[in-house]
Protein backbone atom coordinates (compact mmCIF):
# COMPACT_ATOMS: atom_id res chain seq x y z
CA UNK A 1 0.00 0.00 0.00
CA UNK A 2 0.90 3.81 -1.06
CA UNK A 3 2.06 5.19 2.14
CA UNK A 4 1.62 9.50 3.02
CA UNK A 5 3.04 11.42 5.23
CA UNK A 6 -0.04 13.76 5.26
CA UNK A 7 -2.20 11.31 5.86
CA UNK A 8 -3.98 10.17 8.84
CA UNK A 9 -5.61 7.30 10.58
CA UNK A 10 -9.03 9.11 11.37
CA UNK A 11 -10.79 10.04 14.11
CA UNK A 12 -12.83 7.86 16.70
CA UNK A 13 -16.66 6.78 15.28
CA UNK A 14 -18.99 7.79 18.43
CA UNK A 15 -22.41 7.35 16.07
CA UNK A 16 -23.04 3.28 17.13
CA UNK A 17 -19.97 2.92 19.51
CA UNK A 18 -19.91 -0.39 20.69
CA UNK A 19 -20.80 -1.08 24.43
CA UNK A 20 -17.48 -1.56 26.67
CA UNK A 21 -14.95 -1.07 24.25
CA UNK A 22 -13.51 2.25 22.38
CA UNK A 23 -14.47 3.59 20.00
CA UNK A 24 -13.86 2.31 16.18
CA UNK A 25 -10.89 4.62 14.19
CA UNK A 26 -13.31 5.14 10.96
CA UNK A 27 -12.08 6.62 7.59
CA UNK A 28 -10.00 9.37 6.67
CA UNK A 29 -11.73 12.62 6.83
CA UNK A 30 -12.59 13.42 3.13
CA UNK A 31 -12.56 16.99 4.42
CA UNK A 32 -9.23 17.18 5.64
CA UNK A 33 -7.56 14.40 3.32
CA UNK A 34 -8.63 14.06 -0.07
CA UNK A 35 -9.92 11.16 -1.20
CA UNK A 36 -7.06 10.82 -3.87
CA UNK A 37 -3.99 11.74 -1.11
CA UNK A 38 -3.33 9.60 1.64
CA UNK A 39 -2.81 5.39 2.41
CA UNK A 40 -4.53 3.78 0.13
CA UNK A 41 -6.48 1.41 2.32
CA UNK A 42 -9.81 0.34 1.98
CA UNK A 43 -12.19 2.69 1.67
CA UNK A 44 -9.47 4.44 3.68
CA UNK A 45 -9.58 3.10 6.54
CA UNK A 46 -6.75 2.37 9.52
CA UNK A 47 -4.89 -0.67 8.78
CA UNK A 48 -4.36 -3.64 11.41
CA UNK A 49 -1.50 -2.39 12.88
CA UNK A 50 -2.60 1.17 13.53
CA UNK A 51 -5.49 0.26 15.82
CA UNK A 52 -5.12 -2.21 18.95
CA UNK A 53 -7.81 -4.67 17.58
CA UNK A 54 -10.38 -4.96 15.03
CA UNK A 55 -13.86 -6.71 14.63
CA UNK A 56 -13.85 -7.36 10.64
CA UNK A 57 -10.67 -6.87 8.05
CA UNK A 58 -10.57 -6.93 4.49
CA UNK A 59 -7.81 -8.70 3.13
CA UNK A 60 -6.21 -8.77 -0.17
CA UNK A 61 -4.64 -12.05 -1.93
CA UNK A 62 -2.98 -10.96 -4.82
CA UNK A 63 -2.80 -14.69 -6.66
CA UNK A 64 -3.99 -15.50 -9.78
CA UNK A 65 -1.65 -18.97 -10.19
CA UNK A 66 -5.52 -21.28 -10.61
CA UNK A 67 -6.62 -18.95 -13.62
CA UNK A 68 -7.40 -21.11 -16.84
CA UNK A 69 -8.07 -18.01 -19.25
CA UNK A 70 -7.02 -14.52 -18.59
CA UNK A 71 -4.30 -13.74 -16.05
CA UNK A 72 -4.16 -10.20 -13.98
CA UNK A 73 -6.06 -10.81 -10.87
CA UNK A 74 -3.00 -10.41 -9.11
CA UNK A 75 -3.47 -7.28 -9.24
CA UNK A 76 -7.01 -7.23 -8.22
CA UNK A 77 -6.75 -6.24 -4.06
CA UNK A 78 -5.30 -2.70 -5.19
CA UNK A 79 -7.66 -2.10 -7.90
CA UNK A 80 -10.40 -2.57 -5.43
CA UNK A 81 -8.48 -0.52 -2.66
CA UNK A 82 -8.26 2.45 -5.19
CA UNK A 83 -11.65 2.07 -6.19
CA UNK A 84 -12.67 2.14 -2.82
CA UNK A 85 -11.65 5.86 -2.20
CA UNK A 86 -14.95 7.18 -3.03
CA UNK A 87 -16.60 4.82 -0.20
CA UNK A 88 -18.37 6.97 2.87
CA UNK A 89 -18.98 6.00 6.38
CA UNK A 90 -22.92 5.97 6.21
CA UNK A 91 -24.98 2.97 3.92
CA UNK A 92 -27.86 4.26 3.77
CA UNK A 93 -29.16 1.27 1.34
CA UNK A 94 -28.28 -0.62 4.81
CA UNK A 95 -29.30 2.33 7.17
CA UNK A 96 -25.74 1.77 9.01
CA UNK A 97 -22.31 3.14 9.40
CA UNK A 98 -20.65 0.04 9.63
CA UNK A 99 -17.05 1.92 10.44
CA UNK A 100 -18.48 2.96 13.46
CA UNK A 101 -20.32 -0.26 14.53
CA UNK A 102 -17.32 -1.90 14.25
CA UNK A 103 -13.47 -1.52 13.79
CA UNK A 104 -12.96 -2.55 10.50
CA UNK A 105 -9.60 -2.48 9.22
CA UNK A 106 -7.29 -3.32 5.70
CA UNK A 107 -5.21 -5.92 6.71
CA UNK A 108 -2.76 -5.50 3.79
CA UNK A 109 -2.49 -8.67 1.78
CA UNK A 110 -1.38 -12.04 2.10
CA UNK A 111 2.06 -12.97 0.68
CA UNK A 112 0.90 -15.68 -1.60
CA UNK A 113 3.53 -18.07 -3.42
CA UNK A 114 3.13 -17.30 -7.26
CA UNK A 115 5.07 -20.49 -7.96
CA UNK A 116 3.75 -23.24 -5.35
CA UNK A 117 0.03 -23.03 -5.20
CA UNK A 118 -0.62 -25.11 -2.29
CA UNK A 119 1.99 -22.62 -0.34
CA UNK A 120 -0.24 -19.89 -1.63
CA UNK A 121 -3.52 -21.85 -0.48
CA UNK A 122 -1.68 -22.50 3.14
CA UNK A 123 -0.52 -18.90 3.55
CA UNK A 124 -4.64 -17.58 3.10
CA UNK A 125 -5.74 -20.24 5.46
CA UNK A 126 -3.65 -18.94 8.07
CA UNK A 127 -3.83 -15.92 7.59
CA UNK A 128 -7.95 -16.32 7.37
CA UNK A 129 -7.55 -18.23 10.51
CA UNK A 130 -5.36 -15.31 12.29
CA UNK A 131 -7.71 -12.44 11.54
CA UNK A 132 -10.59 -14.15 12.16
CA UNK A 133 -9.54 -15.91 15.78
CA UNK A 134 -12.05 -14.48 18.73
CA UNK A 135 -15.57 -14.63 16.50
CA UNK A 136 -13.82 -11.87 14.39
CA UNK A 137 -15.03 -11.76 10.92
CA UNK A 138 -12.56 -11.43 7.27
CA UNK A 139 -13.76 -9.73 3.48
CA UNK A 140 -11.14 -11.16 1.13
CA UNK A 141 -10.33 -9.42 -2.05
CA UNK A 142 -9.41 -11.33 -4.70
CA UNK A 143 -7.06 -12.97 -6.76
CA UNK A 144 -8.63 -15.81 -8.20
CA UNK A 145 -11.53 -17.65 -7.07
CA UNK A 146 -9.00 -20.18 -5.67
CA UNK A 147 -8.47 -18.46 -2.74
CA UNK A 148 -11.95 -19.23 -1.58
CA UNK A 149 -10.83 -22.29 -0.70
CA UNK A 150 -8.62 -22.14 1.60
CA UNK A 151 -10.69 -19.48 3.20
CA UNK A 152 -13.64 -21.84 3.69
CA UNK A 153 -10.85 -24.33 5.12
CA UNK A 154 -10.11 -21.62 7.45
CA UNK A 155 -14.21 -20.73 9.04
CA UNK A 156 -15.12 -24.07 8.61
CA UNK A 157 -12.27 -25.30 11.60
CA UNK A 158 -13.86 -21.91 13.30
CA UNK A 159 -18.29 -22.79 12.98
CA UNK A 160 -18.12 -25.74 11.45
CA UNK A 161 -19.78 -26.44 7.86
CA UNK A 162 -20.91 -23.65 5.83
CA UNK A 163 -23.79 -22.57 3.61
CA UNK A 164 -22.27 -20.94 0.78
CA UNK A 165 -24.12 -18.38 -1.77
CA UNK A 166 -21.78 -18.16 -4.41
CA UNK A 167 -22.53 -15.22 -7.12
CA UNK A 168 -20.83 -16.28 -10.41
CA UNK A 169 -21.01 -16.72 -13.99
CA UNK A 170 -19.53 -20.32 -13.68
CA UNK A 171 -20.04 -23.83 -11.19
CA UNK A 172 -16.73 -23.75 -10.57
CA UNK A 173 -17.29 -27.08 -9.36
CA UNK A 174 -15.45 -28.77 -12.37
CA UNK A 175 -13.10 -31.65 -10.96
CA UNK A 176 -9.75 -30.84 -12.68
CA UNK A 177 -8.16 -28.79 -15.46
CA UNK A 178 -4.96 -30.90 -16.98
CA UNK A 179 -5.17 -32.70 -13.85
CA UNK A 180 -4.26 -30.01 -11.65
CA UNK A 181 -7.22 -30.31 -8.45
CA UNK A 182 -7.17 -26.81 -7.54
CA UNK A 183 -7.90 -24.16 -9.66
CA UNK A 184 -10.15 -20.99 -9.95
CA UNK A 185 -13.05 -23.53 -11.44
CA UNK A 186 -12.75 -26.27 -9.10
CA UNK A 187 -12.76 -24.67 -5.33
CA UNK A 188 -16.31 -25.53 -4.38
CA UNK A 189 -16.19 -29.15 -5.64
CA UNK A 190 -13.44 -29.18 -3.33
CA UNK A 191 -14.79 -27.57 -0.61
CA UNK A 192 -17.76 -30.13 -1.08
CA UNK A 193 -15.04 -33.45 -1.13
CA UNK A 194 -13.42 -32.27 2.04
CA UNK A 195 -16.97 -31.59 3.98
CA UNK A 196 -16.67 -28.11 4.70
CA UNK A 197 -20.26 -27.08 2.93
CA UNK A 198 -23.55 -28.23 4.59
CA UNK A 199 -25.26 -30.60 2.40
CA UNK A 200 -27.50 -29.41 -0.02
CA UNK A 201 -27.40 -26.07 1.83
CA UNK A 202 -25.33 -24.17 -0.85
CA UNK A 203 -26.49 -22.32 -4.16
CA UNK A 204 -24.83 -20.65 -7.38
CA UNK A 205 -26.22 -17.55 -8.04
CA UNK A 206 -26.01 -15.95 -11.94
CA UNK A 207 -24.59 -18.95 -13.81
CA UNK A 208 -25.08 -18.89 -17.24
CA UNK A 209 -22.98 -19.63 -20.67
CA UNK A 210 -21.99 -22.23 -22.19
CA UNK A 211 -20.70 -25.48 -20.58
CA UNK A 212 -18.83 -29.00 -21.47
CA UNK A 213 -21.64 -31.68 -20.79
CA UNK A 214 -25.12 -30.95 -19.50
CA UNK A 215 -23.64 -33.47 -16.97
CA UNK A 216 -21.72 -30.43 -15.60
CA UNK A 217 -25.70 -29.45 -14.05
CA UNK A 218 -26.00 -33.23 -13.07
CA UNK A 219 -22.56 -33.36 -11.04
CA UNK A 220 -22.79 -29.71 -9.62
CA UNK A 221 -26.83 -30.95 -8.02
CA UNK A 222 -25.13 -33.84 -6.54
CA UNK A 223 -22.50 -32.00 -4.55
CA UNK A 224 -25.48 -30.73 -3.14
CA UNK A 225 -25.84 -26.96 -4.74
CA UNK A 226 -28.56 -25.65 -6.57
CA UNK A 227 -28.11 -23.24 -9.34
CA UNK A 228 -30.12 -19.86 -9.63
CA UNK A 229 -29.23 -19.03 -13.57
CA UNK A 230 -29.07 -15.30 -14.44
CA UNK A 231 -31.86 -15.65 -16.61
CA UNK A 232 -33.97 -16.48 -13.72
CA UNK A 233 -33.73 -12.57 -12.67
CA UNK A 234 -35.92 -11.80 -16.10
CA UNK A 235 -38.79 -13.61 -14.31
CA UNK A 236 -37.92 -13.50 -10.26
CA UNK A 237 -35.75 -10.34 -10.06
CA UNK A 238 -34.15 -9.92 -7.45
CA UNK A 239 -36.23 -10.36 -4.45
CA UNK A 240 -36.95 -13.54 -5.81
CA UNK A 241 -33.39 -14.60 -5.63
CA UNK A 242 -33.28 -13.38 -2.71
CA UNK A 243 -35.84 -15.68 -1.26
CA UNK A 244 -34.73 -18.65 -2.88
CA UNK A 245 -31.26 -18.60 -1.08
CA UNK A 246 -32.84 -17.41 1.84
CA UNK A 247 -34.98 -21.12 1.95
CA UNK A 248 -31.77 -22.47 0.68
CA UNK A 249 -29.68 -22.01 3.23
CA UNK A 250 -31.82 -22.06 6.12
CA UNK A 251 -30.15 -20.76 9.79
CA UNK A 252 -26.79 -22.31 8.80
CA UNK A 253 -23.60 -20.27 9.16
CA UNK A 254 -22.95 -18.57 5.80
CA UNK A 255 -20.01 -17.60 3.65
CA UNK A 256 -20.27 -15.64 0.54
CA UNK A 257 -18.17 -15.75 -2.59
CA UNK A 258 -18.74 -13.10 -5.53
CA UNK A 259 -16.77 -13.49 -8.23
CA UNK A 260 -17.59 -10.42 -9.95
CA UNK A 261 -17.81 -12.05 -13.48
CA UNK A 262 -21.79 -13.31 -11.96
CA UNK A 263 -22.42 -9.04 -13.40
CA UNK A 264 -22.48 -8.47 -17.38
CA UNK A 265 -19.40 -7.49 -18.88
CA UNK A 266 -21.00 -3.92 -19.75
CA UNK A 267 -20.73 -3.42 -16.21
CA UNK A 268 -17.28 -5.78 -15.15
CA UNK A 269 -15.46 -5.88 -18.19
CA UNK A 270 -11.82 -5.83 -16.47
CA UNK A 271 -12.38 -9.94 -15.34
CA UNK A 272 -10.77 -12.86 -16.72
CA UNK A 273 -13.45 -15.37 -18.16
CA UNK A 274 -16.37 -12.87 -19.04
CA UNK A 275 -19.64 -14.25 -20.20
CA UNK A 276 -22.45 -12.18 -22.10
CA UNK A 277 -26.07 -11.58 -20.22
CA UNK A 278 -25.30 -11.42 -16.85
CA UNK A 279 -26.58 -9.38 -13.80
CA UNK A 280 -26.49 -5.98 -13.58
CA UNK A 281 -24.60 -3.95 -10.55
CA UNK A 282 -27.43 -3.02 -9.00
CA UNK A 283 -29.19 -6.62 -9.31
CA UNK A 284 -26.33 -8.30 -7.46
CA UNK A 285 -26.21 -4.96 -4.71
CA UNK A 286 -30.03 -5.48 -3.77
CA UNK A 287 -29.83 -9.35 -3.49
CA UNK A 288 -26.61 -8.99 -0.97
CA UNK A 289 -28.82 -6.43 0.38
CA UNK A 290 -31.60 -8.52 1.00
CA UNK A 291 -28.75 -11.76 2.28
CA UNK A 292 -27.31 -8.93 4.97
CA UNK A 293 -28.85 -10.59 8.23
CA UNK A 294 -28.10 -14.18 7.19
CA UNK A 295 -25.56 -15.53 10.24
CA UNK A 296 -22.17 -14.09 7.72
CA UNK A 297 -19.07 -15.58 8.82
CA UNK A 298 -16.92 -14.21 5.90
CA UNK A 299 -16.84 -13.50 2.46
CA UNK A 300 -14.55 -13.27 -0.95
CA UNK A 301 -14.65 -10.83 -4.21
CA UNK A 302 -12.51 -12.04 -6.49
CA UNK A 303 -11.73 -11.88 -10.57
CA UNK A 304 -11.12 -8.31 -10.41
CA UNK A 305 -8.44 -8.07 -13.71
CA UNK A 306 -7.49 -4.15 -14.00
CA UNK A 307 -5.70 -4.59 -17.00
CA UNK A 308 -8.88 -5.79 -18.89
CA UNK A 309 -10.84 -2.75 -16.81
CA UNK A 310 -11.50 0.81 -18.21
CA UNK A 311 -12.29 3.72 -16.17
CA UNK A 312 -12.47 1.30 -12.68
CA UNK A 313 -15.79 0.27 -13.56
CA UNK A 314 -14.80 -3.66 -12.43
CA UNK A 315 -13.36 -1.73 -9.21
CA UNK A 316 -16.01 0.28 -8.33
CA UNK A 317 -18.98 -2.42 -8.76
CA UNK A 318 -16.00 -4.17 -6.56
CA UNK A 319 -15.42 -1.98 -4.13
CA UNK A 320 -19.18 -1.67 -3.82
CA UNK A 321 -19.64 -5.23 -3.57
CA UNK A 322 -17.53 -5.33 -0.53
CA UNK A 323 -18.81 -2.32 0.89
CA UNK A 324 -22.10 -4.28 1.49
CA UNK A 325 -20.71 -7.27 2.98
CA UNK A 326 -18.48 -4.94 5.56
CA UNK A 327 -21.67 -3.57 6.14
CA UNK A 328 -23.54 -6.77 7.29
CA UNK A 329 -20.99 -8.16 8.88
CA UNK A 330 -20.43 -4.86 11.24
CA UNK A 331 -23.90 -5.07 11.46
CA UNK A 332 -24.13 -8.26 13.40
CA UNK A 333 -20.82 -7.90 14.91
CA UNK A 334 -22.23 -4.53 16.80
CA UNK A 335 -25.70 -6.83 17.58
CA UNK A 336 -23.50 -9.48 19.39
CA UNK A 337 -21.47 -7.09 21.20
Known amino acids: MTADATATSGEPSTDGQRTGAPAPVGPVDATVVPR????????????????PDHDVAVLGVPFDAGVTYRPGARFGPNAVREASRLLKPYNPAQDAAPFSLAQVVDA?????????????LDAVERAVLDLTDGGRSVVLLGGDHTIALPSLRALARRHGPLALVHFDAHLDTWDT??????????????????????????AHVGIRGSLYDRADLLDDEALGFTAIHARDVDDIGAKGIVERVRRRVGDHPVYISVDIDVLDPA??????????????SRELLAVLRGLADLPLVGADV?????????????AVAAANTAYELVTALALQRSARS
Open 36 to 51: YAGLTTFARLPRREDV
Open 108 to 120: GDVAANPFDLAQA
Open 177 to 202: YFGAPCTHGTPFRRASEEGLLVKDRS
Open 267 to 280: FAPGTGTPEAGGLT
Open 302 to 314: VEVAPAYDHAEVT
